[in-house]
Antibody
Framework: EVQLLESGGDLVQPGGSLRLSCAAS????????MNWVRQAPGKGLEWVSG????????DYADSVKGRFTISRDNSKNTLYLQMNSLRAEDTAIYYC??????????WGQGTLVTVSS | QSALTQPRSVSGSPGQSVTISCTGT?????????VSWYQQLPGKAPKLMIY???GRPSGVPDRFSGSKSGNTASLTISGLQAEDEADYYC?????????FGGGTKLTVL
């Protein structure tokens, strides 16, 4: 059974940093593209970033480009999202999702990031 | 990276059919056959219901179907059931990124 478990969400001040993790199990992690998708409170879904299976290719939404960095450690079956220069509008539940081209067949339960002073 | 356009809400009675539209541009919906649909129940993670315009993952009832014409994709739910009441999101690949629709709340009357 595929399992994705996010962690690292917290309350952080504007301008601060946070690193999210997503521990994967139940599938061959190193062979799949992985993504981060977020959902602001009461709002819709927003794709944030994606990373190729070997970590050599990354893509970002314009809203986070230059501030967020996606990475992965295939030896630890873990996906990461380093978030810097956080803004109030980054407040959201952050989900990790397995898949490519918008076909995300497995999602974690999400971790809440709150940016507020 | 503009969001795809979905109606904010749709409704139908049990047993009826409803269709949710998702309008994009030639750069996303119209340019790729990579449209997906997600169902999200309150407080839960999204669930993949349709992929690659009309593909259906194992376990998704065949009451759910997808299609696309030009820059507009559609999700049709036939034989509505109370358990279908949820938020639905469309999603399209757009080259170097992915874009979601704003979401549609389905109410089963």
């Amino acid at each position: 059974e595929v399992q994705l478990l996010e962690s690292g969400g917290d309350l952080v001040q504007p301008g601060g940093s946070l690193r999210l993790s997503c521990a994967a199990s139940g599938f061959i992690f190193s062979t799949y593209v992985m993504n981060w998708v977020r959902q602001a409170p009461g709002k819709g879904l927003e794709w944030v970033s994606g990373i190729s299976s070997n970590g050599g290719g990354t893509d970002y939404a314009d809203s986070v480009k230059g501030r967020f960095t996606i990475s992965r450690d295939n030896s630890k079956n873990t996906l990461y999202l380093q978030m810097n220069s956080l803004r109030a509008e980054d407040t959201a539940i952050y989900y990790c999702a397995k898949g490519i081209f918008g076909k995300y067949d497995s999602w974690g339960q999400g971790t809440l990031v709150t940016v507020s002073s | 990276q503009s969001a795809l356009t979905q109606p904010r809400s749709v409704s139908g009675s049990p047993g009826q059919s409803v269709t949710i539209s998702c309008t994009g541009t030639y750069s996303d919906v119209g340019g790729y056959n990579y449209v997906s649909w997600y169902q999200q129940l309150p407080g839960k993670a999204p669930k993949l219901m349709i992929y690659d315009v009309s593909g259906r993952p194992s376990g998704v009832p065949d009451r759910f179907s997808g299609s696309k014409s030009g820059n507009t994709a559609s999700l049709t739910i036939s034989g509505l059931q109370a358990e279908d009441e949820a938020d639905y999101y469309c999603c399209s690949y757009a080259g170097s990124f992915v874009v979601f629709g704003g979401g549609t709340k389905l109410t089963v009357l």
